[in-house]
Protein backbone atom coordinates (compact mmCIF):
# COMPACT_ATOMS: atom_id res chain seq x y z
CA UNK A 1 0.00 0.00 0.00
CA UNK A 2 1.31 3.04 -1.14
CA UNK A 3 -1.39 5.65 -0.64
CA UNK A 4 -0.92 7.76 2.08
CA UNK A 5 -4.72 7.20 3.94
CA UNK A 6 -5.30 4.08 4.36
CA UNK A 7 -8.40 3.22 1.78
CA UNK A 8 -9.69 6.42 -0.23
CA UNK A 9 -12.59 5.76 -2.27
CA UNK A 10 -13.60 7.27 -5.27
CA UNK A 11 -18.01 6.44 -6.27
CA UNK A 12 -19.11 8.18 -9.35
CA UNK A 13 -21.99 7.56 -11.69
CA UNK A 14 -21.37 7.66 -15.09
CA UNK A 15 -23.64 9.00 -17.48
CA UNK A 16 -27.35 11.12 -17.88
CA UNK A 17 -29.48 9.43 -15.27
CA UNK A 18 -32.76 9.31 -17.42
CA UNK A 19 -35.81 7.54 -16.19
CA UNK A 20 -35.51 3.49 -17.56
CA UNK A 21 -32.06 4.08 -18.80
CA UNK A 22 -28.83 2.85 -17.61
CA UNK A 23 -26.28 4.52 -15.83
CA UNK A 24 -22.86 2.86 -14.70
CA UNK A 25 -21.56 3.37 -11.39
CA UNK A 26 -18.03 2.76 -10.86
CA UNK A 27 -16.13 2.30 -7.99
CA UNK A 28 -12.14 2.94 -7.21
CA UNK A 29 -11.43 1.15 -3.86
CA UNK A 30 -7.46 2.23 -2.90
CA UNK A 31 -6.32 -1.65 -1.39
CA UNK A 32 -2.96 -3.35 -1.18
CA UNK A 33 -5.39 -7.08 -1.92
CA UNK A 34 -2.53 -8.87 -0.97
CA UNK A 35 -2.84 -12.80 -2.01
CA UNK A 36 -1.25 -14.08 1.22
CA UNK A 37 1.50 -16.00 -1.37
CA UNK A 38 3.90 -13.42 -1.04
CA UNK A 39 7.31 -13.45 0.82
CA UNK A 40 7.72 -9.69 2.80
CA UNK A 41 11.01 -8.90 4.63
CA UNK A 42 13.68 -11.33 4.92
CA UNK A 43 12.19 -13.81 2.37
CA UNK A 44 11.37 -16.22 5.21
CA UNK A 45 7.89 -14.96 5.77
CA UNK A 46 4.67 -14.88 4.37
CA UNK A 47 2.85 -11.15 3.75
CA UNK A 48 -0.83 -11.80 5.35
CA UNK A 49 -3.88 -12.23 3.09
CA UNK A 50 -5.68 -8.95 3.03
CA UNK A 51 -8.44 -9.32 0.22
CA UNK A 52 -11.18 -7.20 -0.02
CA UNK A 53 -13.76 -10.43 0.38
CA UNK A 54 -17.47 -8.53 0.57
CA UNK A 55 -18.68 -5.45 -1.15
CA UNK A 56 -22.21 -4.62 -1.31
CA UNK A 57 -23.07 -1.90 -3.11
CA UNK A 58 -26.70 -0.34 -2.08
CA UNK A 59 -29.57 1.26 -3.63
CA UNK A 60 -31.84 3.42 -1.00
CA UNK A 61 -30.34 0.75 1.46
CA UNK A 62 -31.72 -2.10 -0.96
CA UNK A 63 -28.67 -4.41 -2.08
CA UNK A 64 -28.14 -3.89 -6.15
CA UNK A 65 -24.93 -6.03 -5.82
CA UNK A 66 -22.90 -8.05 -3.74
CA UNK A 67 -19.75 -9.29 -4.60
CA UNK A 68 -17.26 -12.07 -3.25
CA UNK A 69 -13.97 -10.78 -4.46
CA UNK A 70 -10.83 -13.03 -4.56
CA UNK A 71 -6.67 -13.31 -5.15
CA UNK A 72 -6.85 -12.76 -8.93
CA UNK A 73 -7.68 -9.27 -8.48
CA UNK A 74 -5.07 -6.47 -8.81
CA UNK A 75 -4.67 -3.60 -6.01
CA UNK A 76 -6.73 -0.85 -6.16
CA UNK A 77 -9.59 -2.61 -7.88
CA UNK A 78 -12.19 -0.99 -10.13
CA UNK A 79 -15.46 -2.21 -10.06
CA UNK A 80 -18.30 -1.25 -12.38
CA UNK A 81 -21.95 -2.00 -12.12
CA UNK A 82 -24.93 -0.54 -14.99
CA UNK A 83 -28.39 0.00 -13.20
CA UNK A 84 -31.76 1.53 -14.28
CA UNK A 85 -32.88 5.08 -12.80
CA UNK A 86 -35.98 4.23 -10.86
CA UNK A 87 -38.42 6.84 -11.36
CA UNK A 88 -36.99 8.65 -8.33
CA UNK A 89 -33.91 8.69 -7.53
CA UNK A 90 -31.90 7.76 -4.34
CA UNK A 91 -28.77 7.06 -2.77
CA UNK A 92 -26.33 4.71 -3.87
CA UNK A 93 -24.00 3.78 -1.37
CA UNK A 94 -21.11 1.19 -1.32
CA UNK A 95 -19.12 -0.82 1.75
CA UNK A 96 -16.58 -3.25 1.71
CA UNK A 97 -15.15 -5.07 4.31
CA UNK A 98 -11.64 -6.84 3.84
CA UNK A 99 -9.80 -10.03 5.40
CA UNK A 100 -8.24 -8.33 8.28
CA UNK A 101 -11.51 -6.67 9.48
CA UNK A 102 -11.06 -2.59 7.72
CA UNK A 103 -13.93 -1.70 6.19
CA UNK A 104 -14.67 1.47 3.56
CA UNK A 105 -18.37 3.26 2.59
CA UNK A 106 -19.12 5.69 -0.01
CA UNK A 107 -22.13 7.20 -0.99
CA UNK A 108 -23.76 9.72 -3.03
CA UNK A 109 -26.90 11.02 -4.49
CA UNK A 110 -28.52 9.94 -7.84
CA UNK A 111 -30.62 12.22 -8.74
CA UNK A 112 -33.17 11.89 -12.11
CA UNK A 113 -32.21 14.74 -14.75
CA UNK B 1 15.58 2.60 -66.82
CA UNK B 2 14.21 5.76 -66.36
CA UNK B 3 11.43 4.49 -64.45
CA UNK B 4 14.05 2.73 -62.32
CA UNK B 5 15.40 5.48 -61.15
CA UNK B 6 12.16 7.13 -60.60
CA UNK B 7 11.53 4.52 -58.25
CA UNK B 8 14.91 4.21 -56.66
CA UNK B 9 14.00 8.60 -55.67
CA UNK B 10 11.34 7.72 -54.46
CA UNK B 11 12.42 5.14 -52.35
CA UNK B 12 15.30 7.46 -50.71
CA UNK B 13 12.44 10.19 -50.58
CA UNK B 14 10.81 8.00 -47.97
CA UNK B 15 14.07 6.57 -46.36
CA UNK B 16 14.82 9.98 -45.58
CA UNK B 17 11.01 10.77 -44.23
CA UNK B 18 11.15 8.16 -42.22
CA UNK B 19 13.84 9.42 -40.62
CA UNK B 20 13.29 12.55 -40.38
CA UNK B 21 9.61 11.28 -38.29
CA UNK B 22 12.09 9.42 -35.83
CA UNK B 23 13.48 12.63 -35.03
CA UNK B 24 10.03 14.15 -33.96
CA UNK B 25 10.56 13.61 -30.21
CA UNK B 26 7.14 11.50 -28.98
CA UNK B 27 5.76 11.18 -25.29
CA UNK B 28 5.43 8.21 -23.94
CA UNK B 29 1.63 8.06 -24.10
CA UNK B 30 2.06 7.19 -27.85
CA UNK B 31 2.68 4.05 -27.23
CA UNK B 32 0.17 3.26 -25.05
CA UNK B 33 -2.90 0.84 -25.99
CA UNK B 34 -5.83 2.92 -26.94
CA UNK B 35 -7.59 0.92 -23.56
CA UNK B 36 -4.79 2.58 -21.13
CA UNK B 37 -5.31 5.73 -22.48
CA UNK B 38 -8.82 5.88 -22.48
CA UNK B 39 -8.18 5.11 -18.95
CA UNK B 40 -4.98 7.69 -18.36
CA UNK B 41 -7.77 10.78 -19.65
CA UNK B 42 -11.22 9.49 -17.41
CA UNK B 43 -10.08 10.25 -13.55
CA UNK B 44 -12.94 8.10 -12.97
CA UNK B 45 -10.76 4.63 -14.46
CA UNK B 46 -7.45 6.02 -13.01
CA UNK B 47 -5.96 4.83 -10.17
CA UNK B 48 -4.04 7.69 -10.03
CA UNK B 49 -6.76 9.85 -9.08
CA UNK B 50 -6.94 8.29 -5.44
CA UNK B 51 -3.43 9.81 -4.86
CA UNK B 52 -4.51 13.14 -6.35
CA UNK B 53 -7.40 13.24 -4.07
CA UNK B 54 -5.11 12.50 -1.28
CA UNK B 55 -2.47 15.41 -2.59
CA UNK B 56 -5.16 17.72 -2.27
CA UNK B 57 -6.05 17.04 1.27
CA UNK B 58 -2.36 16.80 2.01
CA UNK B 59 -1.85 20.35 0.09
CA UNK B 60 -4.43 22.12 2.46
CA UNK B 61 -3.30 20.42 5.57
CA UNK B 62 0.60 21.19 4.81
CA UNK B 63 1.47 23.29 2.40
CA UNK B 64 -0.65 26.04 2.10
CA UNK B 65 0.36 27.93 4.61
CA UNK B 66 3.81 28.58 3.00
CA UNK B 67 3.14 27.59 -0.48
CA UNK B 68 0.02 30.26 -1.19
CA UNK B 69 -0.66 28.61 -5.10
CA UNK B 70 -1.23 25.10 -6.60
CA UNK B 71 -0.11 26.38 -10.20
CA UNK B 72 3.29 28.42 -9.08
CA UNK B 73 4.62 25.63 -7.07
CA UNK B 74 3.66 23.51 -9.78
CA UNK B 75 5.80 25.20 -12.13
CA UNK B 76 9.48 23.33 -9.96
CA UNK B 77 8.13 20.46 -11.68
CA UNK B 78 9.09 20.73 -15.02
CA UNK B 79 11.57 22.99 -13.84
CA UNK B 80 13.88 20.25 -11.42
CA UNK B 81 16.49 18.50 -11.00
CA UNK B 82 18.52 21.60 -9.99
CA UNK B 83 22.08 22.12 -8.31
CA UNK B 84 21.76 22.56 -4.77
CA UNK B 85 24.94 24.08 -3.44
CA UNK B 86 26.31 23.01 -0.30
CA UNK B 87 29.22 25.12 -0.08
CA UNK B 88 31.36 26.63 -2.87
CA UNK B 89 32.93 23.79 -4.31
CA UNK B 90 30.15 21.10 -3.50
CA UNK B 91 26.67 20.01 -3.39
CA UNK B 92 24.64 17.96 -5.13
CA UNK B 93 21.17 17.69 -8.14
CA UNK B 94 18.25 17.62 -6.17
CA UNK B 95 14.54 16.69 -8.23
CA UNK B 96 11.67 17.70 -6.99
CA UNK B 97 11.03 14.49 -4.58
CA UNK B 98 13.96 15.32 -3.02
CA UNK B 99 12.78 19.34 -2.31
CA UNK B 100 9.48 18.09 -1.40
CA UNK B 101 11.63 15.67 1.66
CA UNK B 102 13.69 18.78 2.58
CA UNK B 103 10.12 20.83 2.96
CA UNK B 104 8.21 17.93 5.01
CA UNK B 105 11.37 17.45 7.35
CA UNK B 106 11.12 21.44 7.87
CA UNK B 107 7.23 21.10 8.20
CA UNK B 108 7.78 17.80 10.53
CA UNK B 109 10.88 18.01 11.62
CA UNK B 110 10.86 14.00 10.56
CA UNK B 111 13.13 12.97 7.39
CA UNK B 112 11.20 10.03 5.48
CA UNK B 113 12.57 8.26 2.23
CA UNK B 114 11.88 9.77 -1.04
CA UNK B 115 9.49 7.12 -2.34
CA UNK B 116 7.41 7.49 1.67
CA UNK B 117 4.24 7.55 0.58
CA UNK B 118 3.31 11.09 1.58
CA UNK B 119 6.00 12.66 -0.54
CA UNK B 120 4.62 10.22 -3.61
CA UNK B 121 1.37 11.62 -3.00
CA UNK B 122 2.41 15.04 -3.28
CA UNK B 123 4.54 14.60 -6.39
CA UNK B 124 1.59 12.82 -7.97
CA UNK B 125 -0.13 15.87 -6.90
CA UNK B 126 1.95 18.94 -8.32
CA UNK B 127 2.41 16.77 -11.48
CA UNK B 128 -1.00 17.03 -12.16
CA UNK B 129 -1.08 20.36 -11.20
CA UNK B 130 1.98 20.59 -13.67
CA UNK B 131 0.03 18.98 -16.58
CA UNK B 132 0.15 21.33 -19.90
CA UNK B 133 3.29 23.27 -19.26
CA UNK B 134 6.07 22.93 -21.17
CA UNK B 135 9.31 21.24 -19.57
CA UNK B 136 11.88 24.07 -19.29
CA UNK B 137 15.47 22.79 -17.59
CA UNK B 138 17.44 26.08 -17.88
CA UNK B 139 21.48 26.07 -17.43
CA UNK B 140 22.31 28.18 -13.82
CA UNK B 141 23.31 31.44 -14.81
CA UNK B 142 26.08 31.28 -11.71
CA UNK B 143 29.58 30.14 -13.40
CA UNK B 144 30.22 28.15 -10.39
CA UNK B 145 27.07 25.77 -10.54
CA UNK B 146 27.15 25.97 -14.34
CA UNK B 147 30.03 24.35 -14.14
CA UNK B 148 28.70 21.48 -11.65
CA UNK B 149 25.73 21.55 -13.84
CA UNK B 150 27.41 20.73 -16.61
CA UNK B 151 29.62 18.57 -15.03
CA UNK B 152 26.65 16.15 -14.41
CA UNK B 153 25.41 16.93 -17.89
CA UNK B 154 28.09 15.05 -19.30
CA UNK B 155 28.78 12.71 -16.55
CA UNK B 156 24.67 11.42 -17.61
CA UNK B 157 26.04 11.74 -21.53
CA UNK B 158 28.20 9.22 -20.69
CA UNK B 159 25.97 6.39 -18.62
CA UNK B 160 23.39 6.78 -21.40
CA UNK B 161 25.70 5.58 -24.22
CA UNK B 162 27.69 3.03 -22.02
CA UNK B 163 27.44 -0.54 -22.58
CA UNK B 164 26.51 -1.85 -19.00
CA UNK B 165 25.17 -5.18 -17.35
CA UNK B 166 25.22 -8.68 -18.51
CA UNK B 167 23.01 -7.94 -21.56
CA UNK B 168 25.92 -5.21 -21.90
CA UNK B 169 23.55 -2.78 -23.37
CA UNK B 170 23.56 1.34 -23.36
CA UNK B 171 20.36 3.18 -22.79
CA UNK B 172 21.03 4.47 -26.08
CA UNK B 173 20.47 1.60 -28.11
CA UNK B 174 16.89 0.40 -26.82
CA UNK B 175 15.66 3.93 -26.41
CA UNK B 176 16.85 5.51 -29.75
CA UNK B 177 17.73 2.55 -31.96
CA UNK B 178 14.60 0.46 -31.28
CA UNK B 179 11.80 2.75 -30.71
CA UNK B 180 8.39 1.11 -31.34
CA UNK B 181 9.89 -2.38 -31.53
CA UNK B 182 8.56 -4.75 -29.40
CA UNK B 183 10.40 -5.68 -25.88
CA UNK B 184 8.62 -9.04 -25.09
CA UNK B 185 5.21 -8.08 -24.85
CA UNK B 186 6.03 -4.41 -24.26
CA UNK B 187 6.54 -1.35 -27.19
CA UNK B 188 9.88 0.55 -26.65
CA UNK B 189 9.24 4.29 -26.00
CA UNK B 190 12.02 6.71 -26.37
CA UNK B 191 13.64 8.41 -23.62
CA UNK B 192 11.92 11.18 -22.60
CA UNK B 193 10.61 12.15 -19.32
CA UNK B 194 7.41 14.15 -19.40
CA UNK B 195 4.99 11.73 -17.30
CA UNK B 196 6.17 11.17 -13.58
CA UNK B 197 5.70 9.66 -11.34
CA UNK B 198 4.04 6.46 -12.91
CA UNK B 199 1.45 3.63 -11.71
CA UNK B 200 2.81 0.91 -13.05
CA UNK B 201 0.50 -1.90 -13.07
CA UNK B 202 3.37 -4.33 -13.14
CA UNK B 203 4.04 -2.45 -9.25
CA UNK B 204 0.55 -2.35 -8.60
CA UNK B 205 0.94 1.08 -7.48
CA UNK B 206 2.85 4.48 -7.72
CA UNK B 207 6.54 4.74 -8.38
CA UNK B 208 8.92 7.64 -9.03
CA UNK B 209 11.24 7.86 -11.71
CA UNK B 210 14.45 6.45 -9.31
CA UNK B 211 12.08 2.98 -8.68
CA UNK B 212 11.54 3.23 -13.22
CA UNK B 213 15.64 3.50 -13.67
CA UNK B 214 16.37 0.73 -11.12
CA UNK B 215 14.27 -1.43 -13.14
CA UNK B 216 16.15 -0.38 -15.91
CA UNK B 217 19.46 -0.91 -14.88
CA UNK B 218 18.46 -4.26 -13.66
CA UNK B 219 16.90 -5.00 -16.88
CA UNK B 220 20.10 -5.49 -18.33
CA UNK B 221 21.78 -7.13 -15.24
CA UNK B 222 23.82 -4.06 -14.34
CA UNK B 223 24.75 -3.24 -10.61
CA UNK B 224 21.51 -1.19 -9.44
CA UNK B 225 22.47 2.08 -8.01
CA UNK B 226 21.10 2.82 -4.58
CA UNK B 227 17.77 5.18 -4.67
CA UNK B 228 18.89 8.53 -4.85
CA UNK B 229 22.53 7.90 -6.20
CA UNK B 230 23.76 10.89 -7.95
CA UNK B 231 23.98 8.68 -11.13
CA UNK B 232 20.33 8.68 -11.56
CA UNK B 233 19.79 12.16 -10.42
CA UNK B 234 22.32 13.26 -13.05
CA UNK B 235 20.40 10.95 -15.75
CA UNK B 236 17.28 12.60 -14.60
CA UNK B 237 18.73 15.47 -15.51
CA UNK B 238 19.59 14.47 -18.74
CA UNK B 239 16.43 12.82 -19.73
CA UNK B 240 14.70 16.01 -18.76
CA UNK B 241 16.92 18.50 -20.55
CA UNK B 242 16.53 15.77 -23.66
CA UNK B 243 12.74 16.48 -22.97
CA UNK B 244 13.02 20.60 -23.00
CA UNK B 245 10.31 22.35 -24.61
CA UNK B 246 7.99 19.17 -24.44
CA UNK B 247 4.49 19.08 -23.25
CA UNK B 248 4.32 17.56 -19.30
CA UNK B 249 1.69 14.96 -19.41
CA UNK B 250 1.52 14.46 -15.65
CA UNK B 251 0.95 11.96 -13.34
CA UNK B 252 0.81 8.42 -16.21
CA UNK B 253 -0.16 5.21 -16.31
CA UNK B 254 1.99 1.94 -17.87
CA UNK B 255 1.90 -1.47 -17.94
Redesign the interface.
Known amino acids: ?????QH?I?L?I?GTPTVGKEVEI?V?I?H??ETGYRLGGDGNERIPKNIIDNIVIKFNQEPIMIAKLGTGI???P?ISVFMEVPVKGGMVSIEWKDDQGAQGRAEKMLVVA | MKLFAFKVTIFFFCVANLSLAQVVRQSGNTFLSPDMLRQQQDPTLNPLSLWIDQGQDLWKSQCQECHSSVSETAKAIVQFPVWKSISASSGKLINIEDQIVDCWSKKTGKIIANDAPEILTMSVFLSDAAKGLLVQVREPQDPMIKKHWQEQMSLAAQIYVRRQGRLNLSCTQCHDQQIGKNLRSDVVSPAFLTGFPIYRFSWQTVGNLDRRLRACYSGVQATVPASGSPELRALELFLKKRSEGMLWDGPSLRR
Request: net charge positive.
Open positions: MATLNPRSIRLAPMAANL
